[in-house]
């Protein structure tokens, strides 16, 4: 059974930090990644992993958050800082184990197929 377990939300204020831990169990995840949902919106894609350690990051979040993994324990981590308003949102992890694709030099990682069941970062002024 797969199960993909987020920590790490709260609340802090603009200007914070906040890291989020994901722990996945029961699948060879190749690919890890965050997703985000802010109130009202869809979800969006945040930073994601591969297997090799490439990483891919969403424009917003560049220079602010970390996207990194701990192989033995099958847990990614990311690291949130200089939080702002707009970064309030539930937080997903998700995994899978396709691979995804590098054209370039560059990652371009798989849709997962598999998630967690989100943890709630809010960034008060």
């Known amino acids: 059974q797969v199960q993909l377990v987020e920590s790490g939300g709260g609340s802090v204020q603009a200007g914070g930090s906040l890291r989020l831990s994901c722990r996945v169990s029961?699948?060879?995840?190749?690919?890890m990644a965050w997703y985000r949902q802010p109130p009202g919106k869809e979800r969006e894609g945040v930073a994601g992993?591969?297997?090799?350690?490439?990483?891919s990051y969403a424009e917003p979040v560049k220079g602010r958050f970390t996207v990194s993994k701990e192989t033995a324990q099958n847990t990614m981590y990311l690291q949130m800082n200089n939080l702002q308003p707009e970064d309030t949102a539930m937080y997903y992890c998700?995994?899978?184990?396709?691979?995804?694709?590098?054209?370039?030099?560059?990652?371009?990682?798989?849709?997962?197929?598999?998630w967690g069941r989100g943890t709630q970062v809010t960034v008060v002024q």
């Open positions: 998700a995994a899978d184990e396709a691979t995804g694709d590098w054209e370039g030099g560059t990652w371009f990682p798989p849709a997962p197929g598999h």
């Open positions: 029961g699948l060879t995840a190749n690919t």
């Open positions: 992993i591969s297997y090799t350690g490439s990483t």
